[in-house]
DNA sequence: AGTTTCGGAGAACAGTTGTTCACTGACGGA
DNA sequence: TCCGTCAGTGAACAACTGTTCTCCGAAACT
């Protein structure tokens, strides 16, 4: 029996997955820098040796985190995509869904953060790479939308980037907290709110004098 | 001859100061957590041994940067406290002020940027805490000025750790940028001017309506 | 069916790591 | 001047690292 064509590709990617998971399991306590290729397969439990099937190094596999991180935070783009409303509202509403993914997603998200200025040049510059991708598209997204008539390309770049780095700075605050002390981070929520309510307030008075 | 009473201590702050720049050079291209004992007095050209006499690891190493760092940093905010001005217009000169300083102390902040979501915990929470000292003396200068009248404390103190994380952001942009590319350089603090101005807009009618 | 492909095991390798130890020799107080 | 202090030495240690190699067995192809 079993000539099922797709067996082997499949174990294989299931030992793939089972090493990012490690690897971004025991990123949560240190840097890529220091990640040992025999640390990630003695927590996987297999040899050193089988590592080298699905990865050149680990700074290799830390590539494929990122993809995979910015896979998560896509997916936070499309959520704030979707609520429909006024650009004030949508600014406001962008604070809930950051402190919501970053609740869903925490191991990808402090990889991101920790590695974004990290120490593995390969790997700092796909984050980068992905950073800035991620604002040109919500760059886009706010151009498409109607209150922002008047704006130059440059300037809603500008407030694309600006929120970008803002959410970083929110999220890594709500990973520093403690995941289960629920009044830390509904403090760091509430001041991100204000934040961004000042921004709103920039925003409107942008074009005035 | 000589009975002159600090040649030892001063030896002794001799090396421990070639430890610290040691490290600080080669943190520019690793993170700490990846950063060996026996590298550091290598580069420094002592035995291993000798480093116990200094610091019991290289997390101490760590710590003592931090302090060191922060100490670049509060000449920056002595300096921004100098420049005798309206609100915006300190607003706006603080984007000068910083690229300056990112330019002077290019070491230090790297380090910052990279260690305060890096691999080591007490160091982490060191740098938080340096930044928050940081916030708070900041809130305060703030706080002093007129044109803050009717602000609460809490908004005060948000505006100014939205300041600081703005700050780090533009600093970690420079450090990103290549340091002999003025033309690079021009472009990041033109957008961070343009991020200030608007929230300088947001404060002005912070308390409008 | 027989044969090739290939993910993984296990052993071996030369290097490197952090830490300890007894030591040396210049400093610094008596 | 003598003597204690102490920053730095150099050797030794067990533990660990990344990488290479040959081999095995199950899946896939013909």
Request: charged share 30%; net charge neutral; aromatic share 6%.
């Amino acid at each position: 029996m079993s000539h099922t064509p797709g067996v082997r590709q499949a174990q294989k990617q299931q030992t793939r997955r089972a090493l990012l998971d490690a690897a971004l399991r025991l990123l949560e306590h240190q840097s890529l820098s220091s990640l040992g290729l025999r640390e990630v397969t003695r927590e996987v439990g297999i040899s050193p040796a089988a590592f080298y099937r699905h990865f050149r190094d680990t700074g290799e596999l830390g590539t494929a985190l990122v993809e995979e991180s910015f896979g998560s935070l896509h997916g936070m783009l499309r959520a704030i995509r979707a609520e429909q409303a006024g650009p004030d509202e949508v600014i406001r509403r962008s604070v809930e869904v950051t402190a919501h993914y970053v609740r869903l997603h925490r191991a990808h998200f402090r990889f991101l953060a920790r590695e974004r200025h990290g120490g593995v040049r390969s790997v700092r510059n796909a984050v980068d790479a992905g950073f800035r991708l991620f604002g040109e598209e919500l760059a886009a997204d706010l151009a498409a939308q109607p209150g922002y008539r008047g704006w130059s390309r440059d300037d809603i770049r500008m407030l694309a980037d600006l929120f970008v780095d803002l959410m970083v700075a929110t999220a890594a605050a709500l990973l520093e907290a403690p995941p289960d002390d629920p009044q830390a981070e509904e403090r760091i929520v509430d001041t991100a709110r204000r934040r961004m309510r000042l921004i709103s307030l920039g925003r409107q008075h942008w074009l005035d004098p």
